[in-house]
């Protein structure tokens, strides 16, 4: 009996006859040779169709069927070293499962608004195929990272009462007889975690309603979010870029294919991957980028340009430490000897992929942050429990947030890694 198998698992049949799968990308042929460009999920691969070693009716659909049309082949695989794949398969028979007409993402060139409208059915070419499986190993590389560190998963509320960030760039939805809000972030549901277990983190949806047509900004993503109690900055920085180096490594040793296909260069991740990150303090990057021309005064949160100057400056992932007090949210420590700044920094990404970690020292003092929810405009008794935290054996804590999409668009350097997610909703969409 044939055995069944994937198109990953090519490799490990090589000179054997299998059964696999597919559907059908694309195709070509001459009088004597058909091409079929193939896909079954695991991976794509070219089968080859000699019209002299197969029967005239297979032949005949091999040259006449469809682009996306399911199948079943029957041949034997050989090594294709043409090809990013390395392996093809000379096919004995061809079996049609589902037919299919008129597919609407043909092989030519498609703007990325017809293909956010077919979403759907975007998933099943190359690219977003790439991306989503790189996605894939971040995630499961996020898990190890974590395990081995000793933090605890848990997860926060999507549904939530207030603003943990102090914005009201929320979704309000109502909960019964009470207003709710979509969740922004887990960070204040994950320090009373790290108060309970040490250090953990989350891994979820989050939700801004900020109304922005960049690449830079999306309405939902997905955001992990560690806290680590008995930890001050220096150490939390340290966790940081172990985390991103081990997420790259696990990319390079475990998505070469992916990469491949996207045209990534591993020469330019394997730097990443060097330890330890560049510091500079905020002051020092003010003062980088006016010697640089940038017109730019002490007190502004960076944009684009500036965050992309500065990490391409290090060729490096960089931190930028200590951010004015007021363009950053309420909970963070403030700086010991300055009342102007807070104990903070964001990793920019080098190649135009700007911030890609926030994170900070916590406050702890109870009556410090009493006082800036309080000047935040907040509702003290909405972060009643969030204040008993520092009433019942507070410790120094700190964490961090990094954004899924945006780590991916830097890894893959893709510009649109959201919509290959399915489906479409608006929620989702982001432009160019």
């Not at 990308?25 to 896909?39: D, M, P, V």
């Amino acid at each position: 009996m044939v055995q069944q198998i994937s198109i990953m698992d090519a490799k490990d049949h090589v000179d054997e006859k299998v059964k696999i799968g597919v559907w059908l990308t694309n195709k070509r042929s001459s009088g004597k040779i058909a091409f079929l460009q193939l896909r079954d999920g695991t991976a794509f691969f070219q089968g080859v169709v000699v019209k002299s070693q197969v029967t005239p009716e297979v032949f005949e659909l091999a040259k006449e069927v469809k682009q996306e049309t399911s199948m079943w082949i029957t041949g034997v695989i050989h090594e294709d070293s043409r090809s990013k794949f390395g392996y093809e398969i000379e096919v004995e028979d061809l079996e049609v499962v589902g037919e299919s007409e008129d597919y609407p993402i043909t092989p030519k060139d498609h703007g990325i608004d017809f293909l956010l409208d077919h979403r759907h059915l975007w998933l099943r070419s190359k690219r977003p195929w790439a991306i989503m499986n790189i996605r894939n190993e971040v995630i499961r590389a996020t898990y190890e990272f974590f395990n081995q560190e000793g933090f605890i998963k848990m997860d926060s509320p999507i549904l939530t009462g207030s603003a943990p960030e102090g914005t009201t760039e929320l979704f309000h939805t109502e909960y019964f007889d009470r207003d709710a809000y979509l969740s922004q972030s887990g960070q204040l549901y994950a320090e009373a975690g790290a108060m309970a277990y040490g250090k953990v983190f989350t891994f979820g949806p989050t939700f801004r309603a900020e109304k922005s047509k960049t690449r830079r900004h999306l309405i939902e993503f997905w955001m992990i979010e560690p806290e680590m109690a008995f930890m001050h900055q220096e150490q939390s920085l340290e966790v940081q870029e172990r985390y991103i180096a081990h997420l790259v490594q696990a990319v390079i040793d475990n998505c070469k294919y992916a990469l491949d296909i996207l045209g990534r260069d591993v020469e330019t991740l394997k730097k990443y991957t060097k330890l330890p990150y560049p510091r500079i303090s905020y002051d020092e990057a003010i003062d980088l980028l006016k010697a640089n021309d940038f017109d730019v005064d002490w007190g502004v949160d960076f944009g684009s340009p500036e965050e992309t100057f500065l990490a391409d400056h290090f060729d490096q992932p960089v931190f930028v430490l200590n951010y004015p007090k007021a363009i950053k949210p309420f909970y963070m420590k403030p700086h010991p000897t300055r009342d102007d700044v807070v104990i903070c920094a964001d990793l920019l990404a080098p190649e135009g992929y700007g911030e890609i970690i926030g994170g900070s020292e916590r406050a702890t003092d109870y009556d410090y942050l009493l006082d800036q929810i309080k000047k935040a405009g907040l509702d003290p008794k909405d972060y009643a429990w969030y204040l008993d935290l520092r009433k019942y054996g507070s410790v120094p804590h700190a964490g961090f947030g990094l954004g899924l999409e945006r780590f991916l668009t830097w890894i893959t350097s893709e510009d649109h890694v959201r919509e290959t997610i399915p489906f479409p909703r608006l929620l989702n969409r982001i432009y160019p």
